[in-house]
């Protein structure tokens, strides 16, 4: 999943995107409000995190800038040091879909963005199943007929958002822009090395592969023939 972190403190916004690619989520960080209303405008990302005293731009002009252009509803996390209940209030009326007020634990972070992330989905539970292929979004473990499957963050990551849309082609273009983040090189063969890499571990066992490959198209999670 791709996140847009938009936090001007110097430690903060960086220890953000830091915990949250742990966490296997691709982050992309900016710290003005220019900044996040020109990638939020332009870039699908699956979550805005947004601090509402940012330069150049607050985070609820950006939040509501995003809502008048855009369709998408893209949920938007705010952060803010304003905690009273008026201040809340002007963030939701702004558009936002959840508050957090600084200082916070990043475990309370994670668990709110978790929830937006699964709000925003079909999939309400936090254990997808496809065939005998298990995924837990918060253990991160993964299971292949109750064989543990050990992933990088990526493969992680890659194996999440095809879950997340079975039997759905998924162009290579669509796959970059939800689990790489702006420093990667959307235009090489990185994600076909990774899809290659991911058959080879859920296949170790010599299980039947799941992730079938559509010339010209993309890749599509789908019961083998």
Excluded at 38 to 45: I, K, N, P, T
Excluded at 67 to 90: C, M, W, Y
Excluded at 198 to 219: H, Q, S
């Amino acid at each position: 999943m791709r996140i847009l972190v938009a936090e001007d403190h110097p430690t903060l916004g960086s220890s953000l995107k830091e915990g949250l690619e742990e966490c296997y989520y691709a982050v992309d960080l900016v710290t003005n409000g220019e900044e996040a209303y020109e990638l939020g405008s332009v870039v699908h990302y699956d979550l805005i995190v947004l601090d509402i005293m940012l330069p150049r731009r607050n985070g609820l002009e950006v939040c509501q800038q995003l809502r008048q252009d855009n369709s998408s509803h893209t949920p938007i996390l705010f952060l803010t040091a304003l905690g009273d209940v008026e201040d809340r209030i002007k963030g939701f009326n702004a558009g936002g879909d959840d508050y957090l007020t600084k200082p916070f634990a990043f475990q309370e972070f994670e668990a709110r963005v978790r929830a937006l992330l699964r709000r925003n989905r079909a999939v309400k539970t936090t254990r997808l199943q496809f065939m005998d292929v298990t995924l837990d979004t918060v253990s991160r473990v993964v299971q292949r007929g109750g064989r543990d499957i050990l992933l990088t963050g990526k493969e992680f990551a890659l194996l999440e958002f095809l879950m997340y849309h079975p039997h759905q082609v998924m162009s290579r273009t669509t796959i970059a822009e939800h689990v790489w983040d702006l420093e990667a090189d959307h235009y090489s063969n990185v994600i076909n090395v990774y899809v290659s890499v991911l058959r080879g571990k859920l296949c170790a066992d010599g299980e039947p592969d799941i992730i079938a490959t559509v010339r010209g198209a993309g890749y599509v999670l789908k019961e083998p023939l």
